[in-house]
Protein backbone atom coordinates (compact mmCIF):
# COMPACT_ATOMS: atom_id res chain seq x y z
CA UNK A 1 0.00 0.00 0.00
CA UNK A 2 1.09 3.37 -0.81
CA UNK A 3 2.14 6.11 1.74
CA UNK A 4 -1.32 7.29 3.40
CA UNK A 5 -2.36 10.79 4.79
CA UNK A 6 -3.24 12.34 8.08
CA UNK A 7 -3.77 15.34 9.05
CA UNK A 8 -1.43 16.98 11.75
CA UNK A 9 -1.02 19.83 13.94
CA UNK A 10 2.71 20.91 13.92
CA UNK A 11 1.89 24.44 15.40
CA UNK A 12 0.29 26.27 17.70
CA UNK A 13 -1.73 28.45 16.42
CA UNK A 14 -5.56 30.65 16.53
CA UNK A 15 -5.64 29.96 12.87
CA UNK A 16 -6.40 26.73 11.72
CA UNK A 17 -4.80 26.89 8.14
CA UNK A 18 -1.09 27.65 10.20
CA UNK A 19 -1.99 25.19 12.76
CA UNK A 20 -2.66 22.42 10.61
CA UNK A 21 -0.75 20.74 7.05
CA UNK A 22 -1.10 17.10 5.67
CA UNK A 23 1.43 14.76 6.07
CA UNK A 24 1.95 11.32 5.11
CA UNK A 25 2.35 8.26 7.49
CA UNK A 26 3.48 4.54 6.25
CA UNK A 27 0.85 2.10 6.33
CA UNK A 28 -0.17 0.42 9.84
CA UNK A 29 2.98 -2.57 10.75
CA UNK A 30 1.17 -5.48 11.42
CA UNK A 31 -0.94 -5.51 15.00
CA UNK A 32 0.77 -6.66 17.80
CA UNK A 33 -1.53 -9.13 20.32
CA UNK A 34 -4.75 -7.04 21.47
CA UNK A 35 -4.58 -4.79 18.77
CA UNK A 36 -6.65 -4.07 15.07
CA UNK A 37 -5.92 -1.92 12.12
CA UNK A 38 -8.26 -0.17 11.17
CA UNK A 39 -9.23 1.91 7.58
CA UNK A 40 -10.76 5.10 8.95
CA UNK A 41 -13.60 5.61 6.87
CA UNK A 42 -15.33 9.16 8.56
CA UNK A 43 -13.65 11.06 11.91
CA UNK A 44 -15.96 13.58 13.73
CA UNK A 45 -14.21 16.98 15.04
CA UNK A 46 -15.17 19.10 18.05
CA UNK A 47 -14.54 21.85 19.97
CA UNK A 48 -12.09 20.11 22.03
CA UNK A 49 -9.92 19.18 18.24
CA UNK A 50 -10.01 23.07 17.88
CA UNK A 51 -8.82 23.78 21.53
CA UNK A 52 -5.58 21.67 21.06
CA UNK A 53 -4.73 23.34 17.59
CA UNK A 54 -4.68 26.67 19.18
CA UNK A 55 -2.26 25.60 22.52
CA UNK A 56 -6.05 26.25 24.77
CA UNK A 57 -6.83 22.92 25.58
CA UNK A 58 -5.90 22.34 29.55
CA UNK A 59 -3.78 19.40 28.39
CA UNK A 60 -1.04 20.30 25.73
CA UNK A 61 0.04 17.20 23.41
CA UNK A 62 3.54 17.47 22.20
CA UNK A 63 3.77 18.58 18.35
CA UNK A 64 3.43 17.65 15.91
CA UNK A 65 0.11 15.46 16.93
CA UNK A 66 -2.66 14.20 15.00
CA UNK A 67 -5.98 15.01 16.26
CA UNK A 68 -9.60 12.89 16.22
CA UNK A 69 -10.70 11.57 19.07
CA UNK A 70 -13.48 9.79 17.54
CA UNK A 71 -14.85 7.82 14.23
CA UNK A 72 -15.55 5.04 12.28
CA UNK A 73 -13.49 2.53 10.15
CA UNK A 74 -13.70 -1.16 9.13
CA UNK A 75 -10.86 -3.21 10.77
CA UNK A 76 -8.23 -4.77 7.81
CA UNK A 77 -5.75 -6.97 10.72
CA UNK A 78 -6.12 -8.70 14.05
CA UNK A 79 -3.70 -9.80 16.36
CA UNK A 80 -2.89 -12.31 18.22
CA UNK A 81 -5.59 -12.31 20.94
CA UNK A 82 -8.46 -10.99 18.60
CA UNK A 83 -11.16 -12.53 17.13
CA UNK A 84 -10.23 -13.34 13.46
CA UNK A 85 -14.20 -11.97 12.43
CA UNK A 86 -13.60 -8.42 13.33
CA UNK A 87 -11.64 -8.03 9.99
CA UNK A 88 -14.02 -6.71 7.47
CA UNK A 89 -16.26 -5.36 10.23
CA UNK A 90 -17.19 -1.55 10.58
CA UNK A 91 -17.02 -0.46 14.17
CA UNK A 92 -16.51 2.90 16.41
CA UNK A 93 -13.02 4.26 16.97
CA UNK A 94 -12.79 5.80 20.10
CA UNK A 95 -8.78 7.39 21.13
CA UNK A 96 -8.20 9.68 24.39
CA UNK A 97 -5.84 11.87 25.24
CA UNK A 98 -4.95 15.31 24.14
CA UNK A 99 -2.99 13.98 21.02
CA UNK A 100 -6.18 11.54 20.08
CA UNK A 101 -5.05 10.37 16.63
CA UNK A 102 -7.42 9.63 14.77
CA UNK A 103 -7.23 11.52 11.57
CA UNK A 104 -5.39 9.44 9.40
CA UNK A 105 -6.45 6.96 6.88
CA UNK A 106 -5.16 4.32 8.94
CA UNK A 107 -4.75 3.40 12.64
CA UNK A 108 -3.49 0.94 15.25
CA UNK A 109 -5.40 0.90 18.17
CA UNK A 110 -6.37 -1.24 21.21
CA UNK A 111 -9.27 -3.75 20.48
CA UNK A 112 -10.92 -2.12 23.63
CA UNK A 113 -10.81 1.27 21.25
CA UNK A 114 -13.30 0.16 18.75
CA UNK A 115 -17.01 -0.92 19.80
CA UNK A 116 -19.78 -2.08 17.58
CA UNK A 117 -22.01 -0.60 15.77
CA UNK A 118 -25.32 -2.09 13.19
CA UNK A 119 -24.97 -2.87 9.86
CA UNK A 120 -27.14 -0.14 9.19
CA UNK A 121 -25.78 2.95 11.21
CA UNK A 122 -24.61 5.52 8.52
CA UNK A 123 -21.07 5.89 8.76
CA UNK A 124 -21.13 9.87 9.55
CA UNK A 125 -23.65 8.81 12.63
CA UNK A 126 -21.40 6.21 13.79
CA UNK A 127 -18.66 8.84 14.28
CA UNK A 128 -20.64 11.19 15.84
CA UNK A 129 -21.92 8.78 18.65
CA UNK A 130 -19.08 8.72 21.36
CA UNK A 131 -17.97 12.37 22.79
CA UNK A 132 -20.79 14.33 22.63
CA UNK A 133 -23.13 11.62 23.14
CA UNK A 134 -21.39 9.87 25.83
CA UNK A 135 -20.21 13.37 27.13
CA UNK A 136 -24.33 14.17 27.34
CA UNK A 137 -25.71 10.86 28.56
CA UNK A 138 -22.95 10.52 31.22
CA UNK A 139 -23.40 13.95 32.52
CA UNK A 140 -27.04 13.63 32.70
CA UNK A 141 -27.47 10.59 34.40
CA UNK A 142 -24.82 9.79 37.11
CA UNK A 143 -26.56 10.03 40.30
CA UNK A 144 -23.58 12.41 41.72
CA UNK A 145 -24.18 14.87 38.57
CA UNK A 146 -27.07 15.74 36.34
CA UNK A 147 -29.36 13.20 37.66
CA UNK A 148 -32.09 14.24 35.17
CA UNK A 149 -35.44 13.12 35.77
CA UNK A 150 -38.63 12.45 33.83
CA UNK A 151 -40.78 15.62 33.97
CA UNK A 152 -37.85 17.50 35.02
CA UNK A 153 -36.80 20.90 32.77
CA UNK A 154 -33.72 20.91 31.35
CA UNK A 155 -31.74 23.79 30.23
CA UNK A 156 -29.21 23.27 27.46
CA UNK A 157 -26.64 26.39 25.87
CA UNK A 158 -24.79 26.17 22.71
CA UNK A 159 -28.03 23.51 22.24
CA UNK A 160 -27.15 23.10 18.21
CA UNK A 161 -23.50 22.28 18.93
CA UNK A 162 -21.96 18.67 18.89
CA UNK A 163 -22.34 18.19 22.89
CA UNK A 164 -25.22 20.38 22.86
CA UNK A 165 -27.43 18.96 20.79
CA UNK A 166 -26.68 15.35 22.01
CA UNK A 167 -28.31 17.09 25.14
CA UNK A 168 -31.41 18.30 23.49
CA UNK A 169 -31.83 14.67 22.29
CA UNK A 170 -31.16 12.48 25.39
CA UNK A 171 -33.18 15.26 27.72
CA UNK A 172 -36.17 14.36 25.48
CA UNK A 173 -35.41 10.46 25.56
CA UNK A 174 -35.05 10.52 29.42
CA UNK A 175 -38.40 12.10 29.69
CA UNK A 176 -37.17 15.80 30.43
CA UNK A 177 -39.51 19.46 28.90
CA UNK A 178 -35.97 20.59 27.20
CA UNK A 179 -35.26 24.29 26.85
CA UNK A 180 -32.55 24.81 23.85
CA UNK A 181 -30.85 28.17 23.55
CA UNK A 182 -28.77 28.87 20.57
CA UNK A 183 -28.11 31.93 18.52
CA UNK A 184 -29.86 33.08 15.22
CA UNK A 185 -33.01 31.68 13.30
CA UNK A 186 -30.93 28.87 11.76
CA UNK A 187 -29.96 26.84 15.32
CA UNK A 188 -33.42 27.71 16.46
CA UNK A 189 -34.46 25.24 13.44
CA UNK A 190 -32.07 22.93 14.35
CA UNK A 191 -32.62 23.05 18.14
CA UNK A 192 -36.35 22.00 17.23
CA UNK A 193 -35.42 19.53 15.00
CA UNK A 194 -33.23 17.91 17.80
CA UNK A 195 -36.87 17.98 19.48
CA UNK A 196 -36.47 20.52 21.90
CA UNK A 197 -39.77 22.26 23.41
CA UNK A 198 -38.99 25.91 23.38
CA UNK A 199 -36.18 27.82 21.67
CA UNK A 200 -34.81 31.02 22.95
CA UNK A 201 -32.25 33.01 20.63
CA UNK A 202 -29.42 34.23 23.00
CA UNK A 203 -29.10 37.80 20.43
CA UNK A 204 -32.39 38.59 21.03
CA UNK A 205 -34.09 38.99 24.39
CA UNK A 206 -33.50 38.31 28.26
CA UNK A 207 -32.64 34.19 28.48
CA UNK A 208 -33.58 34.27 31.54
CA UNK A 209 -36.86 36.12 31.41
CA UNK A 210 -38.07 33.34 28.78
CA UNK A 211 -36.58 30.63 30.70
CA UNK A 212 -38.66 31.86 33.77
CA UNK A 213 -41.68 32.65 31.41
CA UNK A 214 -41.29 28.71 29.91
CA UNK A 215 -41.38 27.76 33.76
CA UNK A 216 -44.50 29.68 35.66
CA UNK A 217 -41.56 31.27 37.52
CA UNK A 218 -39.58 27.93 38.55
CA UNK A 219 -36.56 28.07 36.40
CA UNK A 220 -35.06 24.89 35.35
CA UNK A 221 -33.96 22.18 37.02
CA UNK A 222 -30.79 21.01 35.61
CA UNK A 223 -28.84 23.37 33.48
CA UNK A 224 -25.90 21.74 30.84
CA UNK A 225 -23.64 23.88 29.93
CA UNK A 226 -20.84 23.83 27.34
CA UNK A 227 -20.62 27.37 26.79
CA UNK A 228 -19.73 29.20 30.27
CA UNK A 229 -19.73 32.81 30.85
CA UNK A 230 -22.86 34.42 30.00
CA UNK A 231 -24.55 31.10 29.69
CA UNK A 232 -23.37 30.38 33.58
CA UNK A 233 -24.39 33.95 34.48
CA UNK A 234 -27.87 33.50 32.74
CA UNK A 235 -28.43 29.78 34.61
CA UNK A 236 -27.80 30.90 37.82
CA UNK A 237 -30.26 33.48 37.65
CA UNK A 238 -33.16 31.07 36.23
CA UNK A 239 -31.97 28.14 37.91
CA UNK A 240 -34.78 26.24 40.01
CA UNK A 241 -34.24 25.46 44.17
CA UNK A 242 -31.95 22.33 43.90
CA UNK A 243 -31.63 23.11 40.68
CA UNK A 244 -27.68 21.45 39.28
CA UNK A 245 -25.92 23.56 37.20
CA UNK A 246 -23.76 21.07 34.82
CA UNK A 247 -20.34 22.39 33.80
CA UNK A 248 -19.28 21.05 30.64
CA UNK A 249 -17.81 23.13 28.60
CA UNK A 250 -16.33 26.39 27.90
CA UNK A 251 -16.74 27.70 24.21
CA UNK A 252 -17.39 31.16 25.16
CA UNK A 253 -13.48 31.22 26.22
CA UNK A 254 -15.02 32.82 29.53
CA UNK A 255 -14.17 30.69 32.66
CA UNK A 256 -16.55 32.84 35.17
CA UNK A 257 -15.69 32.51 39.56
CA UNK A 258 -19.09 31.24 41.09
CA UNK A 259 -20.50 33.40 44.08
CA UNK A 260 -21.03 30.54 46.47
CA UNK A 261 -23.52 32.83 48.52
CA UNK A 262 -25.51 32.66 45.81
CA UNK A 263 -25.89 29.13 45.67
CA UNK A 264 -26.36 29.08 49.03
CA UNK A 265 -29.59 31.27 49.26
CA UNK A 266 -31.03 30.07 45.92
CA UNK A 267 -30.00 26.52 47.16
CA UNK A 268 -28.35 24.99 43.74
CA UNK A 269 -25.38 23.16 42.61
CA UNK A 270 -22.59 23.81 40.45
CA UNK A 271 -21.39 20.49 39.37
CA UNK A 272 -18.77 20.25 37.11
CA UNK A 273 -18.64 17.36 34.44
CA UNK A 274 -15.50 15.76 32.50
CA UNK A 275 -16.27 12.86 30.59
CA UNK A 276 -12.47 11.25 30.29
CA UNK A 277 -12.22 10.25 33.78
CA UNK A 278 -15.35 8.02 33.29
CA UNK A 279 -15.05 6.92 29.71
CA UNK A 280 -11.81 5.29 30.68
CA UNK A 281 -13.76 2.92 32.53
CA UNK A 282 -14.16 0.65 29.93
CA UNK A 283 -17.39 -1.54 31.01
CA UNK A 284 -19.25 1.72 31.75
CA UNK A 285 -18.20 3.03 28.30
CA UNK A 286 -19.75 -0.07 26.78
CA UNK A 287 -22.40 -0.18 28.53
CA UNK A 288 -23.12 3.76 27.85
CA UNK A 289 -22.83 3.03 24.20
CA UNK A 290 -25.07 0.03 24.49
CA UNK A 291 -27.51 2.15 25.18
CA UNK A 292 -26.74 5.29 22.51
CA UNK A 293 -26.84 2.06 20.55
CA UNK A 294 -30.52 1.10 21.49
CA UNK A 295 -31.61 4.67 21.21
CA UNK A 296 -30.54 5.16 17.67
CA UNK A 297 -31.83 2.28 16.79
CA UNK A 298 -35.71 3.18 18.63
CA UNK A 299 -35.22 6.53 16.40
CA UNK A 300 -34.85 8.16 20.05
CA UNK A 301 -31.43 10.28 18.80
CA UNK A 302 -30.80 11.17 15.43
CA UNK A 303 -26.89 12.92 15.28
CA UNK A 304 -26.96 16.02 13.05
CA UNK A 305 -23.88 16.02 10.70
CA UNK A 306 -22.53 18.42 8.99
CA UNK A 307 -19.49 16.73 6.31
CA UNK A 308 -16.92 17.87 5.09
CA UNK A 309 -13.93 16.66 2.61
CA UNK A 310 -10.39 15.44 3.89
CA UNK A 311 -8.88 18.46 2.55
CA UNK A 312 -11.25 21.15 4.54
CA UNK A 313 -10.28 20.42 7.54
CA UNK A 314 -8.92 23.69 8.53
CA UNK A 315 -12.07 25.23 7.29
CA UNK A 316 -14.13 22.68 9.13
CA UNK A 317 -12.14 24.37 12.17
CA UNK A 318 -12.72 27.95 11.54
CA UNK A 319 -16.43 27.10 11.27
CA UNK A 320 -16.52 26.01 14.76
CA UNK A 321 -14.04 28.92 16.22
CA UNK A 322 -17.07 30.95 13.68
CA UNK A 323 -19.84 29.25 15.53
CA UNK A 324 -21.18 28.23 12.20
CA UNK A 325 -21.64 24.12 12.65
CA UNK A 326 -25.01 22.94 13.27
CA UNK A 327 -24.49 19.25 15.22
CA UNK A 328 -21.37 17.20 14.45
CA UNK A 329 -18.53 18.37 11.67
CA UNK A 330 -17.62 14.91 10.42
CA UNK A 331 -14.61 14.32 7.84
CA UNK A 332 -14.82 11.96 5.08
CA UNK A 333 -11.70 10.09 4.81
CA UNK A 334 -12.73 7.62 2.28
CA UNK A 335 -13.55 10.54 -0.64
CA UNK A 336 -17.19 9.48 -1.15
CA UNK A 337 -17.49 6.33 0.11
CA UNK A 338 -19.54 6.54 2.93
CA UNK A 339 -21.85 3.94 4.35
CA UNK A 340 -25.24 5.82 3.74
CA UNK A 341 -25.95 9.57 4.95
CA UNK A 342 -26.26 10.57 8.41
N1 LIG B 1 -16.80 18.11 29.78
C1 LIG B 1 -16.42 17.27 28.83
O1 LIG B 1 -16.04 16.14 29.10
C2 LIG B 1 -16.46 17.74 27.40
C3 LIG B 1 -16.51 16.82 26.33
C4 LIG B 1 -16.58 17.31 25.01
C5 LIG B 1 -16.59 18.70 24.79
N2 LIG B 1 -16.52 19.56 25.88
C6 LIG B 1 -16.53 21.01 25.72
O2 LIG B 1 -17.84 21.41 25.34
C7 LIG B 1 -17.77 22.64 24.61
C8 LIG B 1 -18.57 22.50 23.32
O3 LIG B 1 -17.97 21.53 22.46
P1 LIG B 1 -18.67 21.14 21.07
O4 LIG B 1 -17.77 20.16 20.42
O5 LIG B 1 -20.10 20.84 21.31
O6 LIG B 1 -18.54 22.55 20.30
P2 LIG B 1 -19.51 23.18 19.17
O7 LIG B 1 -20.12 22.09 18.37
O8 LIG B 1 -18.68 24.20 18.48
O9 LIG B 1 -20.67 23.88 20.03
C9 LIG B 1 -20.38 24.96 20.89
C10 LIG B 1 -21.56 25.92 20.90
O10 LIG B 1 -21.22 26.96 21.81
C11 LIG B 1 -21.83 28.17 21.40
N3 LIG B 1 -20.92 29.31 21.60
C12 LIG B 1 -21.16 30.36 22.38
N4 LIG B 1 -20.13 31.23 22.35
C13 LIG B 1 -19.23 30.73 21.49
C14 LIG B 1 -17.96 31.19 21.02
N5 LIG B 1 -17.43 32.35 21.44
N6 LIG B 1 -17.29 30.42 20.13
C15 LIG B 1 -17.80 29.24 19.71
N7 LIG B 1 -19.02 28.74 20.14
C16 LIG B 1 -19.72 29.49 21.02
C17 LIG B 1 -22.21 28.00 19.93
O11 LIG B 1 -23.64 28.08 19.89
P3 LIG B 1 -24.42 29.46 19.54
O12 LIG B 1 -23.70 30.08 18.37
O13 LIG B 1 -25.79 28.96 19.19
O14 LIG B 1 -24.36 30.26 20.78
C18 LIG B 1 -21.79 26.59 19.54
O15 LIG B 1 -22.79 25.92 18.81
C19 LIG B 1 -16.28 22.93 24.39
O16 LIG B 1 -15.83 23.85 25.35
C20 LIG B 1 -15.63 21.56 24.61
O17 LIG B 1 -14.29 21.66 25.02
C21 LIG B 1 -16.46 19.09 27.14
Known amino acids: MNSLRAWEIHR??????????????????????????????????GFPDLLVSQGNYHEKPRLPCIPGGEGVGTVVAVGDSVPREMIGGRYLLTRDGPARGLLRQQVTLHVGEVLPISDVMPDA???????????A??????RRKGDLRAGETLLVHGAAGGVGSAAVELGKAFGARVIAVVRGAEKMAAALRSGADAVVDSASGSIVDRVLAETDGRGADVVFD??????LQASMRCIAVEGRILVVGFA???RLPVPTNHALVKNYSVIGFRTRPFRLD???????????VALYAQGLIRPSCQLIGFNDVPKGLRQLQDRAVTGRLVVDMTEGR???DA
Open 226 to 231: PVGGPA
Open 137 to 142: FMALTR
Open 125 to 135: VAASLFIAYQT
Open 338 to 340: FAG
Open 282 to 292: EAYRRQVHDQL
Open 252 to 254: SGE
Open 12 to 45: LSDDPEQALRIASCPPSPPPRSGEVVVDVRAVAL
